[in-house]
């Protein structure tokens, strides 16, 4: 046995799947001078007792290339590491009971077959051939995975600790890490045995991530936004049958979801292995009287056996063979949950040189693609595919623990559910509110959170339908249709206004900030008084974020962006200020509140409530103060719906009379779908939609925002250089799709001449333009305008032609520059 490590570049706290997976992938990488630590044996959380199934199914981008990945990498494993394991490509099928989860199969085999991946979605006869222990009453069809199957948790952890030692990577058992330290821009990880000191620090302690992050709060690092579950599951006894199939087959019966009612059912040897996820859930050490005790290892809650009678009864219906036998043994186990459901893996908040790697749900499954994922992080400090759905800073500081249980429940017992872009969850909500919030609701206003602000969907009037019933539908049309139309067309004719809460924003200053902000982004600065998009690039030159820069002064600067990515930009800047501390930087996002007041007769409604002071002459992209029914206001000359308009941003407390001033003026209020739509007629990119990591700022079509003579260097400015000179192989493209009742949603795939070569980044109705427009990526040689395509709704193709780079409406820009 070695001697305690004094030193390693990377520690990893937690040897569950995920951590070691990390760790083996550090390893891989090159760097195997790392450490992970382990409290008690590995597998010792929830990785042990893990049913170990490997799906591949997701309709989360980023979820599907983790999975993906995994079972690539398992695939082969045993042999790379020579350490034998159970693994069983079985196949999967998901029962569909609807159209609506019939089109959900079929975009899920949609964005699949673009990742390589061959789904199918088969008839009910076709499931049986597959499945011949079925009944296929009330079935529409399934979804079948051929990649799906399980895996012996404790051997794939085994293999990865294996390959991660053999390539020179240290594990300690029995050496739980006790606490952390700074030394010099370094990190001392305490234990029993001694400190070791790093460069980087992992926590991936599963459902301990939260007790491990605590540690973290005085280097600037905030509570870990999760809960824990009881997740159970029934082991049934022999069945002879199924050990017929086995030796006539020579393989196991494909594993069976059953989604809407809720459950997996696996062949586990020759028995079932039967797994809910019930609506009357329970989440432990959550109060006082159930505290989570310091030690868990290899530990089960009692049987509950209750919760799952309705799910054991539904699925005896379905697969009646599974009624002819006992059980044999049930699990439950701890299993932690974000209140998304996906889990934090990326850097940790706040907190330098320290990332997060834990929280999984599926972390069987997920553990090969995170431990790819998070040694990217960590050796190059960007990732190969855009993971924001995954990246621990997509929350902010709202996830208090009522918040983290309430989402947790919720979405635990909602775990195979629809997501319907018209539905809004309804749990843990009110979490930020703007100062008009109350007089937004009297409107009649359809609330949705976004990064935990409430906002407007859309203002229903007396007599509609606001059920959740009428949201079940991937169709446009529901009974927010005709409303999101009327307020689409009096932002077009008239004046509407938009309460916007939440907009991240950051005030920068001191002498040479305009020289360094300059340094940092791909474009060029605004001239004082005006404002301007910014672009900022990662190393390969790909798009890591955007922001609005409103230049007040020569070195004072009013920097905003998207409210989910307050935590996220807000780093970006951050880590790039000089240590003399000659540039300030501060956050108010939450002091001010933002109206987007638009539309042709804005200046009229304006100009009758602004003081004197301000100049409505002023031109678009313009920024100014002002007076608004006594309160100072901040006016910017801009407007995301793309007519002529202001932003009015005033600090919360004056907001409310601000508000009724312009809605007593005749302002008319819209939501956040008709802003969509606008938005979507004008090109307009949303940010982790259109602009992501996974595309470089010249295949964003961003190039009037790239200035490379510049007296500034920039990062990603030789990858930009290189790319340009090497050629530019995907173009974004504005589409109009002759679409059927439901628009493209994002990553449609897009196909031309039988070949797949793009996809959809956002897709909606124009009502300006009447038109059904998809945003997207296309293969350069076909960003031609005229080119024709196909894009792939729900399944179906359906015809669509690239467009002039214009935008759609109001191409020359002539409305909201009038
Ligand atoms: C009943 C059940 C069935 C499941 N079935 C599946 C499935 O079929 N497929 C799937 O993908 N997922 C499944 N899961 C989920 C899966 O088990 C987890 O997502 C996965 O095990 C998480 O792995 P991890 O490495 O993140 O965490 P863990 O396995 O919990 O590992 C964390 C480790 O950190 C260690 N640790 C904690 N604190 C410290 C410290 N201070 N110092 C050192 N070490 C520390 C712990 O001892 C533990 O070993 C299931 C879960 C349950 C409960």
Known sequence: MSEFPTTARVVIIGGGVVGTSVLYHLARAGWTDCVLLEKNELTAGSTWHAAGNVPTFSTSWSAMNLQRYSTELYQGLAETVDYPMNYHVTGSIRLGHSPERMQEFERARGMGSHQGMALEILTPSETRDLYPFLELHDLQGA???????????????????????????QIHRFTPATGVSRDNGEWIVQTEKGDIRCEFVVNAAGYYAQRVGEWFLP???????????????????????????????????????????????RQEKNGFNLGPYERNCRAHWVNPDDPMPDDFSFQLFPDDLDRLEWYMEDAMARVPLLGQSGISRVINGPIPYAPDGMPLLGPMPGVPNAFEACVFTFGIAQAGGAGKVLAEWITQGETEWDCWALDPRRYTDYTDDAYCLAKGKEIYGY??????????????????????????????????????WERANWFAKPGDDTSKESTQTWDRAGPWETRVREECEAVRDDVGVLDLPG?????????????????????ALPKVGRMNLAYFADSRGRILTEMSVIRHGDDLFTLITAATAQWHDWEILKSALPEDGSIHLADYTTEYDTLIVTGPKSRDLMAGLVSDSADLTLPWLSNQTGVIAGQAVFLLRVSFAGELGWEIHAENADMPVIYD?????GAKPFGMWALNSLRLEKGYRTWKGDLSTDYSVFEGGLDRFIKLDKPQDFP?????????????????????????????????????????????????WGYRVNASIALGMIRADLATPGTKLEVEIYGKPYPAVVQVDLPLWDPKNERLKA
């Open 143 to 169: 979804l079948y995975d051929p990649a799906d199957g399980d895996i012996d948790p404790a051997q794939l952890t085994q293999a990865l600790a294996k390959g991660a030692r053999d390539l020179g990577a």
């Open 716 to 764: 990603g400015k030789a990858a930009i250089l290189a790319e340009k000179q090497r050629g530019i192989t995907k173009r974004f493209v504005t589409l109009i799709v002759d679409a059927g009742a439901a628009d493209a949603p994002y990553m449609s795939t897009l196909w031309h001449g039988g070949q797949i070569v793009g996809e959809t980044t956002s897709g909606g």
């Open 219 to 265: 280097h600037g690092g905030r509570r870990v936004p999760m809960m824990v579950m009881s997740h159970q599951y029934m082991l049934s006894e022999e069945i002879p049958e199924l050990a017929e199939f086995a030796e006539q087959n020579g393989c196991k019966l494909p594993l069976l979801r059953d989604v809407d009612s809720s459950y997996y059912l």
């Open 503 to 523: 907009f991240s924003r950051f005030n920068l200053s001191g002498e040479k900030s305009a020289q360094w902000l300059s340094g940092l982004i791909t474009g």
């Open 661 to 665: 001033a312009v809605l007593a003026a």
């Open 415 to 452: 775990e195979y559910a629809m997501h319907f872009p018209w539905y809004e969850w309804p749990d843990g909500r009110d979490k930020k509110l703007s100062p008009v919030h109350e007089k937004v609701l009297e409107l009649g206003g359809q609330m949705g959170a976004y990064a935990g």
